[in-house]
């Protein structure tokens, strides 16, 4: 009886736990994924470990039978399509397995072994369930090799030494020590739920194909499709389809409101709806957005998706625009301008947008006043910078920030409370704060030419900040030569080095320039090359710079940034 064409979904852990073989047949290209593929993969694997997605579809994974299995023998596949994504997801595993046995975790390592990456059964026993196209067989092996205690029965090696496939091994390799690891110690739970993310919350439908499909054709159709629709193609058809019968409503509508909704947005439209739909249903997860929004809007006309849509764009372009105009737009006071302006040079965080669109269009409605939303804004921005000072980026917020102002409204003392009662996330009181400035590397943290910007606007009187894209120079040199050694010891200069107060901003060419100059010589540089007036008054209030003029100005910089970035009392 003929076998026909078959369907249905699949996980990563549905298609390795048992006695498999995945082969991917010749006539297909070798790996080719490089960094920019890797990067998006990752980033769906982060959303699911942070929360803010339940689960990714990575697409089709389609399959024709190679072999039926028997006792003691694993069932074999063709794999038609889906070769890069099956042979990334193993990799992946591959590396978290080699991490493992390294740190000598044996559960982990074990149960990834024996039941996802390796058949055990008879003359297959430690073999692999997957196999990359022919080609690609030597840079496989060598990847499989470096198990150090354990030794899997590898195909005779074939192709390049070196490859696609080589280089993305190293790369997965990196990533998956950067979620695994810590200070240099295994985290066997980080492990596990990377794991779990990669073997469960990564979707698949897998396709079997029957005796009447050819596999050639199948894949070249696969991979010679249009560009998949986006939530923005979704939305327009959701609103429009309600007019199929009504043409010339239809165009005047699409002409009158739809057409200035996408225009106002841009390129940034599709980005918009995620935030949006979280302000109605914190909940939702990225791939749900159009499902919400559809059952939202069940009983609204289309003029009135439209003006629904419509209430928070302002306030995201204030956000999001690079045209300062958007941010003058909102139509609000001088204060908290200059606020919402701080939030877009700083690069803050998207995670943030739907409490802060809620509460700037709450705002712009009178339901409060401009002062106690600046000062929302500014706790939120004294939240990010408290934390890049402590060597926390502005990652992992998405679940603060989705249901916050269901939670703390427009009060600046009970945003500081949520934050502090969430437990994954922190917020610096005042001595953590301090101890950081002082001790902590602010040089190579995603927030620091912000902050030093900050500090010069404060000395320039209102006078417009050089527009001249701005280094972060070490005053006291990186490395020590002869003439530094003679003015601090190697064990405060590795302390020192790259806190806040040896670090100053200069124009690309100064920084060039400068080098590794002794103090009198840099003195004399900053004097009169620079156009930053912390460099300058640096220069001037210091005839010698060792450990304690570096400390002295750490304490002047201690002052300065708590008042300027104040973390409010909790009611």
Known sequence: MAQELAAGPVTLLLLLQSERE???PLFQRQ????????????????????????????GAIVLETRRTGLAFEPTSYWIIDGQQRLTTLYSILICVAQLAEKFEAQEIFEGITRQYLFNQGGQFKNTPKVLPTLRDYRQFTDFLTKFSAFQPKLPTPFGEEKGRLQKAASLISQRVAERCKSNGKFLPDA???LLGAVLENLKFVQIQLGDSQDPHQVFHSLNTGGVPL?????????????????????????????????????ERLDSYFFPFTLIHKSSTTKSKVFATLRDRWKVMNPPEIIEDLKIFVPAYNALSDTNSDSRNGLGLGEELAARIDCLYRMNAPTSMYP???KLLTECRSGSIDEKTCADCVRVCEAFLVRRAFSGLEPTGLHAVFKDLWSKAGSSPSAISKTMDDTATVAFPDDEEFKESMRNKALYGRKLSPYILIEYERSLRGGDPVPDIPPTIDHVMPQTLNESWKKVINEKDHKRL?????NLVPLSQQANSEKGQASWAEVREFFRTETVFKTTKRLAEENAGWDAAAISKRSEQLVKWAVERWPKPSVD
């Not at 790996?31 to 803010?52: A, C, R």
């Open 31 to 58: 790996y080719v994924w490089g960094e920019s593929q890797l990067s998006v993969l990752w980033k769906d694997i982060d959303e699911i470990l942070e929360g803010s997605e339940s689960s990714k579809f990575l």
């Open 22 to 24: 995945y082969h991917s």
């Open 230 to 266: 986006q939530n923005k193609d979704l939305i327009r058809n959701e609103v429009f389809h309600r007019l199929a019968d009504k043409p010339e409503e239809a165009n005047v509508i699409h002409s009158n409101l739809w057409s200035p909704f996408e225009v106002e947005l841009g």
């Open 355 to 357: 409490y802060l669109m």
């Open 497 to 501: 080095k790259d806190v806040w107060a």
């Open 191 to 193: 492990t596990k739920r």
